[in-house]
């Protein structure tokens, strides 16, 4: 699996801290690559190492799609890329938080966009799972969202400041994707989620520091029950960023990459 994975490196020969970056669902490790260009990482000495979740961009699938075992694979990445610090974006921040509450990466998280409960998930997504599991239908409606989700990204990129070229490269990017991996794969995402009816306290426990970074307005929900926990446990910083919906980190890559910074000062205390 090692061998098959998408990694796109940036950042010092020698640095003193590297991050580990997973993009979300449908996301490649394309989508870091403005963070990663940002020039505060590198004054910071901080290099990055970028993974697409396999599977994603007709990457090389796990056999198993379970978050516990997306979490034991990106662990054991860190460790091969010698990383001290994991940002995770959407569905890749979940499997950050798996990270950290198994016990698979011991480390400062950075959170963008992470879903802590399945009512905060996207309305459509739940209906795509529900279709999904329909034999016939499950199949159709899954390769019409890999052909209408793109161009609609594209439109929400462009409305939060994107370029227009730029939004254009990263919704070609989503829809180089199979339908048949991804129904599966979100499948067991929801199957995860029931699993962990609430992430706060699985966050918080897990002894991590944490950063919890939403865009100011994120279409991922957040019940007040949640941001109470969230906020009450010493180990979590709460970032709220301006002018940013779901795709913060393509949105305002510098104040992301701020945060990442801030994020390896804890590495270093």
Known sequence: MKESLD???????????R????????CSAE?????????????????????????????????????????RLMGECAA??????????????????????????????VLLSPTFSKKDEAAFL????????VPGLGPLSWTAVVKTLPPMMKKEMIKGGVTEDRARTLAADMSNNDPGFCRPSVRCYYEYLDRHPSLVARLRD???????????????GLTDEERRG?????????????????????EQPARVAEVIVEAAEAVRA
Do not use: K
């Open 7 to 17: 990694v796109r490196r940036a950042g010092p020969e020698h640095p003193r801290h």
């Open 126 to 133: 739940g209906v795509l799972d529900h279709l999904g599991r």
């Open 19 to 26: 991050a580990l970056l997973l993009p979300g669902g449908m």
């Open 206 to 220: 897990s002894g991590q520091p944490a950063w919890v970074v939403r865009g100011d307005r994120d279409e991922i």
């Open 80 to 109: 091969d890329e010698a990383c001290d610090l994991v940002v995770g974006h959407s569905m890749g921040a979940n499997v950050a938080i798996e990270m950290a509450a198994a016990g698979d990466f011991a480390g400062p998280v």
């Open 31 to 71: 989508f870091y690559a403005d963070v990663m260009a940002e020039p505060a990482l590198v004054e910071a000495g901080l290099a990055t190492v970028a993974v697409t979740l396999p599977g994603f961009g007709r990457t090389v699938p796990p056999d198993d799609l379970a978050m516990e075992n997306y979490a």
């Open 230 to 250: 969230l906020e009450a446990s010493p180990g979590i910083t709460m970032v709220t960023v301006a002018d940013a919906g779901h795709l913060l980190l393509v």
